[in-house]
Structure formats: structure tokens, C-alpha cells
């Protein structure tokens, strides 16, 4: 079992539409849950980090944690075309307090007009 | 804020040579910097973490001989990837972690895309 999944895609929604990408975790003592987009040939950006469960919102964005189930998803309302890019989910290491990051092999994301 | 840069941004060299890229967090010091190998249509793969005044510790697999990390402050890393060969063609990206900042939220720099012939 890989430590970070996520569906490659591509996922493609309408614009205006909510694109909602998954990703599920096999450590079960991991606590930092990051978000970050990425795209074609430039590196990662930070979009959300979630430590609690529950959701957190910051514009357009949504991620969601749920610690029991071991699952973090990101939720983008009223996608726009320049939305698309691939999306990756990180999961912090353990033992944690390195900043040690595991990434998912993230989820390409396309909004077409 | 929390602006990594990279440089170079693309390098083309001849087998057998070494290449060094650098890695400064702008507008913050970073007790801790990262360095990934991205290949294509992958995700990313962590090579070392390079922490200030320490030597820099090296994921498994990760030849720290052919890898030489070099973290001389808290705004600069460095790697080197000595005696380049075709499969060390990738793209090299740096992260940085802020002193005093959010556990584990790192900052990226934008990559440096090393080509060997």
C-alpha cells in the first residue's frame, strides 16, 4: 500500500463547476495534511495545510479532514480554467517534528471553458 | 513573503561533469531546506534534508557521494551533483522550511531542470 494515494485523473469538470480531489493516507499518527498545485513544468505551490479534523476554507478552496478514516480532500468551487494543473496531496512523516513531507503521485485536475 | 529562489533554472551539461544549484530562501531564514527529484509524470521524491551547520541527511538509496549538500547559512543550500550521467537527468527542486513557522509547511523554490547528455 503506497503511504499517500491519490487518482491520477485526469479529472475534468466544467467551468463554474466544484472539483473535489481525494487522497487517503496510511499512517495513522500522521497530523500535518498539505495541499499544493503544481503546474505543467514549474514547481509545487502551497494552496492549504489542515491539522485539524473538520473543514477549512480559504476562498475558492475547501480541504477536509477526517483523521479517522485517514482521508483529506480538497474541495474547488466555481473552477476556473487556469484551475487546471495537477494537484498533490502531502502528508507529513513520522516520527513527526522533522518536516519531512510524503507526497502523493497527485491528481490532474481540468477545467474546461 | 516565505520566497525561495533557485538557480540556475535549466542547465544542459556533458556526462562526467558536476553541477551545482543553489538554493536561497529570500525574506526568511530556514532552519531546514529539502531537496526533491521530480521525474516526468512523477511525483516527488525527497533525496536529503539539509539542515544549517549540520550535515545534510540522505534518504535511503540517495548516494550522498554523488548528492554533496551543502547548507553554509540560513538562507543557502546547496547541491551538487557530481559526475553527472544521463540518468541524473531531472527536475531538481529545493524547499524551505521558516524558522518559527507552521511545523512542516515548507515553501518551494521554482526547480532547476538539469539535462545531461
Known amino acids: 500500500q503506497k503511504e499517500v494515494e491519490q487518482n491520477s485523473g485526469p479529472l475534468s469538470v466544467p467551468e463554474g463547476a466544484i472539483a473535489s480531489l481525494n487522497c487517503t493516507y496510511s499512517?495513522?499518527?500522521?497530523?500535518?495534511f498539505f495541499w499544493y498545485r503544481q503546474y505543467s513544468g514549474k514547481s509545487p505551490e502551497l494552496i492549504m495545510s489542515i491539522y485539524s479534523n473538520g473543514d477549512k476554507e480559504d476562498g475558492r478552496f475547501t480541504a477536509q479532514l477526517n483523521k479517522a478514516s485517514q482521508y483529506v480532500s480538497l474541495l474547488i468551487r466555481d473552477s476556473q480554467p487556469s484551475d487546471s494543473a495537477t494537484y498533490l496531496c502531502a502528508v507529513e512523516r513520522l516520527p513527526g517534528n522533522t518536516g519531512k513531507l510524503i507526497f502523493g503521485q497527485g491528481t490532474t485536475l481540468q477545467v474546461k471553458p | 513573503g516565505a520566497v525561495v529562489s533557485q538557480h540556475p533554472s535549466r542547465v544542459i551539461c556533458k556526462s562526467g561533469t558536476s553541477v551545482k544549484i543553489e538554493c536561497r530562501s529570500l525574506?526568511?531564514?530556514?532552519?531546514?531546506m529539502f531537496w526533491y527529484r521530480q521525474f516526468p509524470k512523477k511525483s516527488l521524491m525527497l533525496m536529503a534534508t539539509s539542515n544549517e551547520g549540520s550535515k545534510a541527511t540522505y534518504e535511503q538509496g540517495v548516494e550522498k557521494d554523488k548528492f554533496l549538500i551543502n547548507h553554509a547559512s540560513l538562507t543557502l543550500s546547496t547541491l551538487t551533483v557530481t559526475s553527472a550521467h544521463p540518468e541524473d537527468s531531472s527536475f531538481y527542486i529545493c524547499s524551505a522550511r521558516a524558522a518559527g513557522g507552521p511545523l512542516n509547511e515548507q515553501f518551494f523554490g521554482p526547480g532547476t531542470r538539469l539535462t545531461v547528455l
Open positions: 525574506d526568511f531564514q530556514a532552519t531546514t
Open positions: 499512517d495513522r499518527g500522521s497530523q500535518s
